[in-house]
């Protein structure tokens, strides 16, 4: 599964203190169309969102009452710096939800 499959989610688990659910996001893509790039890492990120709003994780993990979110995005190629800007607004909206948005490379 990859960032292009934005009806899907790439893997999940559990976080190490077993109150948080973790779903780590794969994206492959190089940045030489920044904004198309963007526009496709907003759409998964969203897909993210309506799968933990919509409690769709409790088919996976019954019965958990998670406490906090983490969306992983792995980037393959080392994230531009408006990216990096749009992961910080993002996490600024979602503060308030407990979910967090992290990026980490390969």
Not at 34 to 46: F, P, S, V, Y
Not at 52 to 79: G, L
Request: net charge negative; glycine share 6%; hydrophobic share 40%.
């Amino acid at each position: 599964m990859s960032i292009i499959e934005t009806d899907k989610i790439d893997a999940t688990g559990i976080s190490k203190d077993g109150n948080g659910l973790m779903l780590m996001l794969a994206d492959h893509l190089d940045w030489d169309d920044e904004l198309g790039h963007l526009a496709l890492l907003q759409d998964k990120i969203n897909a993210y969102l309506g799968f933990i709003e919509s409690n769709q994780y409790s088919d996976i993990y019954p019965n958990i009452a998670f406490e906090y979110y983490v969306i992983n995005v792995r980037f393959k190629y080392e994230a531009t710096e408006n990216c990096l800007k749009f992961i910080e607004g993002i996490n600024t909206q979602l503060r308030e939800y407990n979910i967090h948005v992290v990026e980490s490379g390969d």
